[in-house]
């Protein structure tokens, strides 16, 4: 899979449903298929997947913010387990 920002994945999962749907609209279940069907999605910040519940596995949210063209990091906030 080629590089991109996390919030892809589940775009990207969903033109894989529509994909196996024959190019017909998939289901909301057909698309959590596909994200749990990929073991890890590459993203520009590393890699990235969701449990069998369709949640990120990774529980760290990393906080940047854009100046001048530039993203500069602010800090990472970690929730759950």
Known sequence: MSERAPQHAPAEAAAEA?????????S??????QIRK???FDTIIGSFSFD????????IISIYEAKADVWDFLTQVKFGT
Do not use: H, Q, W, Y
């Not at 529509?18 to 998939?26: D, I, L, Q, R, T």
């Not at 069998?52 to 529980?59: A, F, H, M, Y």
């Open 28 to 33: 909301r279940a057909d698309v959590l298929d």
């Open 38 to 40: 990929a073991p890890k």
């Open 18 to 26: 529509v994909k196996a749907n024959g190019g017909k609209m998939p």
């Open 52 to 59: 069998k519940s369709g949640d990120p596995t990774s529980k």
